[in-house]
Each structure stands twice: as C-alpha cells, then as structure tokens.
C-alpha cells in the first residue's frame, strides 16, 4: 500500500505535533479514537470541517470495551479500516506532505496503528449562500450567486452544464497559502493551446500567497504591470460563467473568492451585461446600443465640451448656449478637473462609509456641496451639470474595471485638449484606440472583432441576435468545434 507513510501512531503524532505545536492552536484537533476494534489517530482543523458529519461517523466507530478490544487485535490496519470506515470520500495520501496538506484544506485525517494515512471529505467552508451579485443584477433571471466557497461555485456551474465533457482542474498556488485555484473547461471544446499556456503560467508562479486572491492571480497569469485597462472578465454570475464555457473560454475559480475570471477576452466582451439576454432581442440589441454610446460618450463627452466651450469659433449656431456664461476666478479646466476629481473621492468615501450612512453622505456630498460651489463662484453651474451626467455615462459600463480605466483616460485626452486645442483631442483619441489595437493578452487582438474587422462578427457585437439563430463561436476562443449544436 502507498498510503503507509508513518512507521507508527506515535510517529504520526510527533510530525504533527512537530507542524501545528502540542495545544498551541486551540481549532487544531489531534485525538486517538477506536474504529470498532482498531485505534486510529484522529485530525482536522475545527473550523473547516462539518462537525456534526464528524460527531455522526465517529460516534458509533468508538470502542469502550478494551478487554473485547484485546480479544479481537487487527492483523491489516489497511484492510480493517477500508471495511469498517467505509466513507464515500475517503482518499490515500502519498506522502506526509500531501496528508498535511489535506488536513490544512479541512480533510478529516485517520493515521491507523501501523502508519496507515487516509484522508475524509468531509469539509464544510464558512461562507455566504449564493445570493445575487450586486453589481450584476437583472430585472428577470436567477438571483443566485457565487461564493467564497470554491465547491459550492463549482456546483453552481456543474448544475448549468450536466455534460461529462466539463472538467475542474485543481491547482494548489503558491508556497504558504496553498490557494485552491481550478480551471474549468469543456474539453471537446477548449483550444488546448490556450488551455496549455493557462496551465504553464500557474506552474511558474512564485509566491508565498494569494492575498488579493483572483486579482493577484490575474498579474501573476498576464504579469499585467501598469496596464490600466483589464485583461480577464470577472462575473459572479454562474449563468454568465457557464455561458461563456458553452463558447469555448476558460474559467479560473480562486477559493475564497466569488468572482470568476473568464478568458481570453476582448474589450467587447466587457462591454456586456446578462440583462440584453433577459430581454427580447429587439430590446437587448437597444439596450447594448445605448451602452455602447454611453461609453464613447464617458470618454470623448467632457472634452468635447471643453475644446467647443474655449474654441467658440468651432462652435455651430444650434450649439451657441454651451460654454460657461459666468464669470469664475478658476479656469474652466481645472474646474473640470476637481469636479471629476470630487466624484472619485466621492465614490471612494462610499466604498469605506457603513451603508446606513452612505445615502446621507451622497446628499451632502452632491446637493448641499454641489450648490454652495455653485453659489460661492467655485464652479459654474454647467461644470457640475455635465460632470455629473459624465458620471451618469461611466455608470451605465457594466464592468467596473473598464470604468475605471476609461476615466483615467478621459484625463488624458483633456489634458491634450486644453494643451493642443482640437489637434490635441484627435491625437488623444488616437493614442488611446492605438493602444487598444496594440494589446494582445493571450495572443489575441483587444479590440477583435473591429480590428481585425470581421464583418459578421462585428455585427454580433452590436446586434442581439435571437439565441435560435444557428451562430459560431467566437473566433478568437479557437474552439475545436465551432458550430453550437
């Protein structure tokens, strides 16, 4: 048998105690007891285990009698224990790194006489139920959610996919957190290229731990640097996640996380949200239409503003009531600029005030703040009015990271604005589409379908076709089968 990886009880009982210290974690359990004629040692650390599956299997398998006990003494720990403890998820460790590494997981770990080690199921991770992400809300739809508990995410998918082709990878990154990380895929499906390339780069991460979990995982996959804009597709939504597995991606499930990344992506691919799926096409194709405008618009809408407000000779007869007609000691650019300012740290004192106290704190913030500025000649009142309908702009981008970045980016071509007037915006919006068409994580071009062009595929991009409609998969997934059956 392999699984005989101590001497002894005794040994295994001074390795453990040589690892987790004799009672100095109170939730780490080390105890002997008797399955039926046979002594055991007994490990798992309290918190991660479903104790009362452990009190049930090991309240009858204890043994009170020891002159009985003496009468019947085990010849083959191995095969007594396999008979007595027969349990549906019972494993055998290798070495005693693996059982070590399985306790810490919360595996329920059984050492016999004879040095005999198995491994039991029976984990139980505190967390949250599946309840509806807050930033992926639909009107009609599933109101369930993932977790921080990688099993129960990768039930929430398994329920949407009932096909033996699905396949959960498990990884354990890193050299102290010993992260679970699995890699979900539909193997008749995934270009095994890129599933080959996924893997390697998860062998080749260094670190003592994934604090950040899904987001230190992403700089470590894409080794990102300071590239603003997002290179994966976060969701907790197992709809979205089994969607997106359906057409070929690759999913990555962090333990202690409910975000699922998804890639390889485009920056369309962002741009979506589950809600034009919910509804008819004609609706969803409209709905897409008004988001996509509302992102170009969050971040060409301020500095158009700004080039017509200072360049009144650009300025068409209709458009004569834009510009600032009161008179302010602030420039108009820097007025932008700490109003735009103003909303961030506005948004970031939400991120950090108790929600009781939260709404409070936006009328104060944005009625009482917003109109004394007004009054006091700090800002005029069509800086605050168009800010605030900037911000209006940013909200409607479905993926928060994209939203960030596209900010940063909106100060960029107004700083080239006021700097080179309209050479200036069309040199930004250049650099800036230039950049785009420039990425390529994964080998795969960032703003595919548009560059390259691919005529139909660009038109899916715009219009939601119906479902019943014989469609592809995306080429850039490089599905083996790219016909949906």
Known sequence: MTNKIFASLDEAKEFLYSKFGKDESFDVCIKEVHVKDLPVLCVYISGLVDGMTLTVQLTP???????????????????????????????EPK???EFLL??????VGFVTQQGYAYLTEIRSYPGRQPDEPDNEKVIRGSRDGFAENIMLNTALIRRRIRSPELRFELYKITTNGRTD???AYIKDIVNDKHLKWLKQRLEEINHDGLTMADKTLEEWIFKQRFHPVPFVRYSERPDIVAAHLLEGHIAIIVDTSPSVIL???????????????RQSPFVGSTVRFLRYTAILLSLTFMPIWYLLATHEQYLPEALDFIGSKEESNIPLLLQIIIADLGLEYLRIAAIHTPTPLSTAMGLVA????GQ??????LFSPEVVLYAAVVAIFTFSIPTFELSVSIKYFRFIVLGLTALFGPSGFFIGFFFIFSYFCALRPMQIPYMWPLIPFFPKAFLRVFIRFPMADDALRPYIVGAKQRKRV
Not at 102 to 107: A, D, E, K, M, R
């Open 95 to 97: 070495d005693k790194e």
């Open 61 to 91: 398998l204890y043994f009170d009698s020891e002159e009985k006990q003496s009468a019947h003494p085990v010849k083959n720990d191995d095969i007594y224990f396999d008979n007595m403890f027969n349990f549906y998820g019972k494993a």
């Open 366 to 369: 944005g009625v009482i703040i």
């Open 263 to 277: 890639l390889p992506i485009t920056i369309f691919h962002l741009m979506q949200h589950a809600e034009e799926y």
């Open 181 to 183: 990380v699995a890699i």
């Open 102 to 107: 399985g306790v810490l997981s919360g595996q």
């Open 372 to 377: 004394i500025a007004i009054d006091v000649g």
